[in-house]
């Protein structure tokens, strides 16, 4: 029978499949195309040049092993890279000999042009010196469905996450957006619906990932220029998850890349799953064609949780931990630290620390004592954003209204407020809060200061004013 290079890479392909685990052979072995044979040579087609040196790097034995069982000792293997055209935005093709010191025989390099990257080209991924030649998940097993107690507040968001994990991509939930205030559970959730994945569907390829070291990344392939081996890389993925998606907002290159790669995962039915602290809608500084992606499947909002939701919430960290605590205590947590599950589960170790540490019953006075100090510490991490938010909404105002030059009078006691509260809820300097709203000086929100607290004993509609934001702010 005639060996042609699509019988003989099927050989191979059927030996390779027996010696690696399947997601890496998925990964690495499925896209890879046989393209001729010639002079006992298998010309095989690579999607990119990170392709090319990865296989070189990490599989090149096994490659010669089934190689050889199939044209003998004088087999070679030549690659066909992939190659975009810059001049003429065509695809064109790039051979490439296994470097020397792997070659199954001696051989030079066939005599066409390769474009010069960097060899230093790797998965993202991977810790030098760590030769693990399989996607690791970057999940956190500890964050699953049964620790992400079901209540009012995540209900709609839960149940959305568990129909993803049972079919990733084949739900109407994609992409499954999670958005929410700090605390709340987004991570928490997004991890839960990956370890649920890999679980039901062990040979799925699942990477978590932050938005911010998602920008890194970016950044780093633009400065080696291997951008395209970025892309390609991450439309490998069967699930990708992406925490705090609202960090891309204003980078106009890592949009752009997203907006790629977020297309094929969709158009091939893999699942995409994003977390941000404002829903769509609010996003600042998104491209509008990123934001109608986003819209695609579901938003799923988590609130702030209600009271016996923080009661479970409490008895399962209790139970986990080992630790027996009277109901009354559960009871009075759960009544006074409403903020989110992050304060929550805070305070409750901070109580079990000082328990143990000073060898003491967890009593009712001790937890007093702890929300005391807990809920006045944690009150200050209110936001300078937050607040402008807070106040811009309450004045029926955008932001950037009230960041701007006018000397409207409603408009100057809006920024005087924002900055009054900048200064009274946070740690920033009055240089820091005043370059953050509207890019004035320090004495510009000094005077703010005072100007809110003449007023406040002055006038009693703007002192109506102060309290409202002063319970929203608390809230």
Request: glycine content about 4%.
């Amino acid at each position: 029978m005639t060996l042609t290079a699509e019988s003989v890479w099927d050989n191979c392909l059927l030996f390779i499949q027996d010696n690696i685990a399947p997601e890496a052979y998925k990964t690495w072995f499925q896209p890879i195309k046989p393209v001729k044979l010639t002079d006992n040579a298998l010309h095989l087609q690579v999607p990119s040049r990170f392709f090319y040196e990865w296989l070189e790097e990490h599989y090149i034995d096994l490659l010669k092993t089934a190689l050889t069982k199939e044209l003998g000792s004088d087999a070679k293997l030549i690659y066909a890279i992939r190659m975009e055209n810059p001049a003429k935005g065509m695809e064109a093709f790039t051979e490439k000999i296994p470097s020397s010191k792997r070659n199954f025989t001696e051989s030079q390099n066939v005599d066409a042009p390769v474009k010069t990257k960097s060899p230093e080209l790797k998965n993202p991924f991977i810790i030098p010196g760590i030769r693990n030649v399989q996607v690791e998940s970057q999940l956190n097993p500890s964050y699953n469905f049964d620790s992400f107690l079901e209540g009012e507040s995540n209900r709609l968001a839960r149940n959305a996450g568990m129909a993803v994990a049972n079919k990733p991509g084949g739900t109407s939930f994609n992409p499954l957006l999670i958005f929410g205030g700090v605390g709340l559970g987004k991570t928490h959730l997004a991890h839960a619906i990956g370890v649920g994945i890999k679980e039901n569907y062990p040979d799925k390829t699942v990477l978590y990932i932050s938005a911010e070291r998602f920008i890194q990344q970016y950044t780093e392939s633009i400065r080696k220029n291997t951008r395209n081996d970025f892309i390609h890389f991450y439309q490998l993925i069967d699930v990708l998850i992406v925490d705090d998606i609202q960090f891309f907002s204003g980078k106009a290159g890592t949009q752009d890349v997203f907006f790629h790669i977020f297309n094929h995962l969709h158009q091939n039915g893999k699942q995409v799953i994003l977390t941000s602290d404002k829903k769509p809608v609010d996003m600042q500084d998104i491209e509008q064609r990123l934001l109608s992606r986003f819209k695609w499947g579901l938003s799923a909002e988590l609130n702030h949780p209600d009271y016996e939701t923080r009661v479970s919430i409490i008895q399962n960290k209790l139970y986990r931990d080992g630790v027996e605590m009277d109901d009354n205590i559960v009871h009075y947590l759960a009544e006074n630290i409403k903020t989110n599950i992050r304060e929550l589960e805070g305070a409750i170790i901070s109580l079990i620390a000082h328990s143990s540490f000073n060898r003491k019953d967890i009593t009712i006075d001790l937890a007093r004592k702890i929300v005391e100090n807990y809920v006045k510490n944690t009150k200050r991490e209110v936001s300078i954003d937050q607040i402008q938010k807070v106040v811009s909404d309450y004045f029926q105002m955008d932001i950037d209204t009230l960041q701007s030059k006018t000397r409207k009078r409603h408009i100057v006691q809006a920024r005087q407020l924002a900055m009054y509260f900048a200064k009274k809820m946070t740690k920033a300097s009055l240089a820091s809060i005043g370059s953050q709203i509207g890019k004035r000086d320090h004495a510009t929100v000094l005077h703010a200061c005072k100007t809110v607290e003449n007023l406040a004993s002055t006038d009693k509609q703007f002192n109506k004013y102060v309290q409202d934001l002063q319970k929203k702010l608390a809230d």
